[in-house]
């Protein structure tokens, strides 16, 4: 494999006059990505995520389905073990009867829906800033991959910064009652 350094994009201007960096042509193609963050007491908060590149192949849908956010659910319950309390916001692919049967039929999944529009009250929420202004910031990404690898090194990065995590869940004022 042959390793090569991503471009980035630094330039500069004239005081007052916003720098324009001009790109050819335009990409269709969409990256999705869900992500929980995992608490569990005792143990090193982490993030758990699942990036999917919209390529045409799937049922049509522009991100994930209900099916995607089932295996992720069932992915992530593989590790952490135990019961997973996933606390979701509103997204209406989040809402779909799909769920609600996936959670009927794990007895280790409670679901709870947070009110509309709260996205203070998400904690995954707080993985997005440190992500997007560090790890993927000054960054042209010439394909969907080196757009996804360099996701894959801020999140795990981000993993192994607990305390930022836990953060993350404190900013929301909800607390984990075991």
């Not at 099916?67 to 019961?83: C, E, K, N, S, V």
């Not at 690898?149 to 795990?156: A, D, S, V």
Request: hydrophobic fraction near 35%; aromatic fraction near 6%.
């Amino acid at each position: 494999m042959v390793s090569t350094t991503p471009p980035q994009a630094k330039t500069w201007s004239r005081r007052g006059h916003t720098p324009v960096v001009k790109v050819r042509g335009r990409s269709r193609r969409r990256l999705s990505i869900a992500a929980l963050t995992c608490y569990k007491p005792g143990q090193r908060s982490r993030p758990i995520h699942r990036p999917r590149k919209d390529d045409g192949r799937h049922d049509g849908r522009k991100g994930f389905s209900r099916r995607d956010y089932r295996d992720l659910l069932i992915a992530a319950h593989q590790p952490l073990g135990g019961t997973i309390v996933l606390v979701r916001d509103n997204l209406n692919v989040h809402k779909a009867a799909g769920l609600r049967e996936v959670a009927v039929s794990r007895d280790w999944l409670t679901i709870y829906s947070l009110p509309p529009y709260a996205p203070d009250l998400n904690p995954v929420e707080g993985i997005w800033s440190p992500l997007r202004s560090g790890w993927l910031s000054n960054v042209a990404f010439s394909t969907p991959e080196h757009l996804i690898q360099r996701i894959r090194q801020g999140l795990h990065r981000i993993q192994y910064r607990p305390r930022l995590i836990d953060g993350c869940l404190a900013e929301t004022g909800l607390g984990i009652n075991p």
